[in-house]
T-cell receptor, first 112, second 113 residues
């Protein structure tokens, strides 16, 4: 089945630094999604990407849908303590069609 | 609308007991999904409904697991004869259309002792 890989697995950064994380897939997706999960809560949608090459921003967050449709990245600028959490990339469409497949997550820690 | 609601938030049960979880989706959403998440992993798809019809079930969903959405509104997920390996966070999500980003509930944390 389709699998997603995320890198890095975890990150420790200083407050104010920019962050970049990547996601790659073994096969094509038609939609890429980025979620953030806080401890004990469900994931919250940050950005949705629907077209290859699309670059979308949401405040300090920027994400891109890779041209090959097999990858995506998420950048966070000027990190703040509340950015702490686990970031999941997810994809739908392709052979997964109606369901969303999640990556293993990138854990972000921000040092004040 | 208060979003996707899941009950209970936490459940501790003895091995071999049956448990049932409830999910109330966003009212206008026709699709409802169940996922399971273990520590350090991303959510894994279990099953989904469009209205009251269960359209897909993962191979992860053994015959001890059953899900229903009888009137196309709330859904229940039942696990029979629980095993320690069933310990996980069970997440429910809903959406209006396929392929759209889901809205997740806060999950039910199951611990089987």
């Amino acid at each position: 089945g389709q699998q997603l890989n995320q890198s890095p697995q975890s990150m420790f950064i200083q407050e104010g630094e920019d962050v970049s994380m990547n996601c790659t897939s073994s096969s094509i997706f038609n939609t890429w999604l980025w979620y953030k999960q806080d401890p004990g809560e469900g994931p919250v949608l940050l950005i949705a990407l629907y077209k290859a090459g699309e670059l979308t921003s949401n405040g300090r967050l920027t994400a891109q849908f890779g041209i090959t449709r097999k990858d995506s990245f998420l950048n966070i600028s000027a990190s703040i303590p509340s950015d702490v959490g686990i970031y999941f990339c997810a994809g739908s469409g392709g052979t997964s069609y109606d369901k969303v497949i999640f990556g293993p997550g990138t854990s972000l820690s921000v040092i004040p | 609308d208060t979003g996707v609601s899941q009950n209970p938030r936490h459940k501790i049960t003895k091995r071999g007991q049956n448990v049932t979880f409830r999910c109330d989706p966003i009212s206008e959403h026709n699709r409802l999904y169940w996922y399971r998440q273990t520590l350090g992993q991303g959510p894994e798809f279990l099953t989904y409904f469009q209205n009251e019809a269960q359209l897909e079930k993962s191979r992860l969903l053994s015959d001890r697991f059953s899900a229903e959405r009888p009137k196309g509104s709330f859904s229940t997920l039942e696990i029979q004869r629980t095993e320690q390996g069933d310990s996980a966070m069970y997440l429910c999500a809903s959406s209006l259309n396929s392929g759209a980003g889901y809205t997740f509930g806060s999950g039910t944390r199951l611990t089987v002792v």
